[in-house]
């Protein structure tokens, strides 16, 4: 079992950057992928942005491209998502999610999630 927790989650307004991390406990944390979905209100969960278990690869939703900016540190058990030039179409929930070795944009494809934290950028 993995448990994931995101923070770092807020209002902010649009032009402005807000840095989400997710940490992670329980098993090892070095042989997993992890990746960012987001839902806004009335709109299905979409991938953000993913990392590989080693970091070696990193995907990104093609509206984000940069803009955030993933990253990780195995040593601390965290995964970082540095959102810069925010526009209100980033307001969602983000969550972190996490599945072996590399990424899939596909959420099905996570066996572990966080509960979420909220984005909201006003215009």
């Known amino acids: 079992q993995v448990q994931l927790l995101e923070s770092g989650g807020g209002l902010v307004q649009a032009g402005g950057s807000l840095r989400l991390s997710c940490t992670a406990s329980g098993r090892t944390f070095t042989t997993y992928a992890v990746a960012w979905f987001r839902q806004a209100p009335g709109k299905e969960r979409e991938f953000v942005a993913g990392?590989?278990?080693?970091?070696?690869?990193?995907h990104y939703k093609d509206s984000v491209k940069g803009r955030f900016t993933m990253s990780r540190d195995n040593a601390k058990n965290t995964v970082a998502l540095q959102m810069n030039s925010l526009k209100s179409e980033d307001t969602a929930v983000y969550y972190c999610?996490?599945?072996?070795?590399?990424?899939?944009?596909?959420?099905?494809?996570?066996?572990?999630w966080g509960q979420g934290t909220q984005v909201t950028v006003s215009s």
């Open positions: 990392i590989a278990w080693n970091g070696g690869s990193i």
């Open positions: 999610a996490a599945r072996m070795w590399n990424v899939d944009t596909s959420g099905n494809e996570y066996a572990y």
